[in-house]
């Protein structure tokens, strides 16, 4: 383990925690409110501790897979504890538990809240929750990577633990160059989007703060009733649009850039991901027609509703929680399968999902006929054993995960739905569940304990597992490999 280099990224990555601290500090002091005081008092603090910790450069800055992984976990940790500040030091939220549960949702762009009035928090405040979203929408590690030069020399490791999905592939030849281009089309998408909503009547501070929760597809809304606020069919419209736009791989819209449509065309994955849009918005909106009356208002209400839920952002404009039982069924199930990977949401990932389906397939002819040769394709490429056996991983700690979350949250005595679906949906960094913590509800009745284990769920969901377990392996903390 490279401790001195480790030491030196966190101390970077604390920095660029502290001059983003300063941006809702301003927003409290444009809009004349008094927690701009503990924007800037928490910015210096990490400002100092950044300096102390990488004043100097280590001479090795070399950095492994696992010193990757640690951090990355480590970062996500760390600016949640320190993100938090704000809100208990303030009194916004007077419980330092709440407060890092708000915060752990913002930046894995989970979207669960424990606030029941979310209108009546300051300005800054409810800017600095969304933007969270839009920062840990692409990833603290690739964010930071993108404004400060952090050494090429193995960089790549560290967007390798952070970036959503079974593989991540250098765009161009270096890490930060990679990082500069997924921001800067993460950026243009953003800016389009906030337009966009301000020609739909929203003001510049709405529409700003749910581009960053839609770019981020978190969720978080300043307004208690969500988009369901404005009760626009445009604005739906236009949410709708840009949440599945935020949910496919950002490699295709590079491959876009560079006129390689081919590459965007043979993308399985970007195909069945729309496949499973269209089947559950037709599905959906049969489903619930005669609560709406008309095709066409069941329809903007279902895309909706499907949009939010497959890209883990978390808004809404309708109660799908007093929806029939099957069109719940479907949402549960959206959760679990997600975005695409490379994506700015959460769950599964389609990708593994046709991975999984095409090796059960393979199983099945090799069964049949065992001495033919088969191997599994994604794009008319050949899959390596080591990714499909990363799918297998993957799942099973899901599962077990899960379990156990589930397990450890019914000592709270909520029934099976409200505690199953709690889990589910930080652990896909979805937001909304159902009964209890459905669309109209939040999490705040739950115990101190169980929104820990939420939000270990919502890092662990959002890194993909397995940087967070590392930190518990004692052989990560061997200097040697």
């Given at each position: 383990m490279n401790y001195k280099m480790m030491n030196y990224l966190m101390g970077k990555m604390l920095g660029v925690e502290g001059l983003l601290l300063f941006v809702p500090g301003l927003v409290s002091v444009i809009y004349?409110?008094?927690?701009?005081?503990?924007?800037?008092?928490?910015?210096?603090?990490?400002?100092?501790?950044?300096?102390?910790?990488?004043?100097?450069?280590?001479?090795?800055?070399?950095?492994?897979?696992?010193?990757?992984?640690v951090i990355v976990a480590l970062a996500w940790i760390l600016w949640s504890l320190f993100g938090a500040l704000p809100f208990y030091l303030?009194?916004?939220?007077?419980?330092?538990?709440?407060?890092?549960?708000?915060?752990?949702?913002?930046?894995?762009?989970?979207?669960?809240?424990?606030?029941?009035?979310?209108?009546?928090?300051?300005?800054?405040?409810?800017?600095?929750?969304?933007?969270?979203?839009?920062?840990?929408?692409?990833?603290?590690?690739?964010?930071?990577?993108?404004?400060?030069?952090?050494?090429?020399?193995?960089?790549?490791?560290?967007m390798r633990a952070e970036v959503p999905g079974p593989t991540c592939e250098k765009l161009v030849p270096k890490a930060r160059s990679t990082a500069k281009i997924l921001y800067g089309m993460y950026l243009a998408l953003s800016v389009l989007e906030a337009l966009l909503?301000?020609?739909?009547?929203?003001?510049?501070?709405?529409?700003?703060?749910?581009?960053?929760?839609?770019?981020?597809?978190?969720?978080?809304?300043?307004?208690?009733?969500?988009?369901?606020?404005?009760?626009?069919?445009?604005?739906?419209?236009?949410?709708?649009?840009f949440m599945l736009l935020f949910g496919i791989n950002f490699n295709l819209y590079f491959f876009l850039i560079l006129k390689q449509f081919?590459?965007?065309?043979?993308?399985?994955e970007l195909r069945v991901y729309l496949g499973v849009v269209a089947g559950a918005i037709a599905l959906i909106t049969l489903n619930i027609l005669k609560i709406y009356g008309t095709p066409l208002k069941a329809f903007r209400y279902a895309s909706f509703q499907v949009a939010s839920v497959i890209t883990t952002t978390g808004f809404a404009t309708a109660d799908f929680d007093v929806w029939p039982e099957f069109s719940k069924c479907i949402f549960l199930l959206l959760m679990i399968v997600g975005a695409c990977a490379g994506s700015t949401g959460g769950g599964m990932k389609?990708?593994?999902?046709?991975?999984?389906?095409?090796?059960?397939?393979?199983?099945?002819?090799?069964?049949?006929?065992?001495?033919?040769?088969?191997?599994?394709?994604?794009?008319?490429?050949?899959?390596?054993?080591e990714s499909i056996h990363g799918v297998y991983v993957y799942i099973i700690c899901y599962i077990l995960i899960l379990a156990g979350s589930v397990l450890l949250v019914?000592?709270?005595?909520f029934d099976f739905a409200t505690t199953f679906s709690s889990v589910l949906t930080t652990l896909n960094n979805v937001g909304p569940g159902i009964n209890l913590v459905g669309p109209t509800q939040n999490f705040h009745q739950f115990s101190a304990f169980s929104k820990v284990v939420f939000s270990f769920d919502m890092l662990i969901g959002r890194l993909e597992i397995l940087p967070i377990m590392m930190l518990f392996a004692p052989k990560t903390w061997r200097k040697r490999f």
């Open positions: 004349r409110e008094e927690t701009w005081y503990y924007f800037f008092l928490v910015a210096g603090a990490l400002l100092v501790l950044s300096l102390i910790m990488s004043h100097r450069r280590p001479e090795d800055t070399a950095i492994y897979s696992k010193e990757g992984f303030s009194g916004t939220i007077p419980s330092y538990v709440d407060a890092y549960f708000e915060t752990v949702s913002g930046f894995t762009t989970t979207g669960s809240t424990i606030l029941n009035e979310i209108e009546g928090l300051p300005r800054g405040m409810n800017f600095w929750r969304c933007f969270t979203h839009w920062v840990g929408g692409m990833g603290v590690l690739v964010f930071v990577m993108a404004i400060v030069p952090l050494g090429e020399k193995r960089s790549m490791f560290l909503l301000l020609a739909g009547g929203m003001s510049l501070y709405d529409a700003v703060v749910h581009t960053f929760s839609t770019a981020g597809t978190g969720g978080f809304s300043n307004r208690n009733a969500s988009i369901g606020f404005y009760d626009s069919a445009y604005i739906d419209g236009v949410i709708t649009v081919k590459e965007v065309v043979r993308s399985e389609v990708s593994r999902i046709i991975l999984l389906c095409k090796t059960i397939s393979k199983e099945i002819r090799q069964t049949l006929h065992p001495k033919s040769v088969n191997i599994v394709k994604l794009d008319g490429k050949r899959v390596p054993d019914s000592v709270d005595n």
